[in-house]
């Protein structure tokens, strides 16, 4: 019997970890997709640079989720929760790359947005498991800033010129590269596989 759970559990690991792959190449293709449905390929600057920032974004929550998922408590309640919410989110963003082509990508930074909320909902649900780690502490702070930024460049549309939705991008990207450094995505990856 003990080998049986044993094995289920091993088996739901491995499900788990081939649905982030998948997802991972879900959400890639519906942001190509939608960037072949601009009219005459006519894709400015500002929306280049917010797909190239929703892939480096994807990445690396992947190899974020990757690490999470070798050492995830999967026999708790909280992380099937989060597993849902894992879904959703990774649902919303996909739809979010799919709809980039549409008014000025503002539905598409809208729904990333909504995927990261959606997305810090799991961490929360996890964290209140056994207290959140610092890692966590620092998804939510992340994951606030970015939501921050996605929705001021939606929300402040009307007045924003390039410039200054071009710097907000910028901004979206500079946070980036800080999320990488410091959270040592690429050491997660190497370091326990």
Known sequence: MCHYVRGVTVLFQTMVRHINNSFLIVIVSALLIGLTKFPENNIDFCTLLFALFYIALRLKTFMDDYAYFRDADYKSK???????????????????????????????????????????????????????????????????????????IQGFRDDLQFWGKLVLLLLLMVLLIIDFIISNSFIHIESKD
Request: hydrophobic share 55%; with cysteine.
């Open 78 to 152: 909280n992380f099937k929760v989060g597993f849902c919410l894992a879904i959703i989110s990774w649902l919303i963003w996909a739809l979010s790359g799919y709809l980039i082509y549409q008014t000025d990508s503002l539905v598409s930074l809208f729904l990333l947005g909504l995927s990261l909320s959606v997305s810090t909902s799991w961490i929360i649900a996890d964290g209140l498991r056994a207290g959140a780690t610092k890692e966590q502490y620092y998804w939510i702070v992340m994951n606030a800033a970015y939501v921050t930024v996605l929705w001021s």
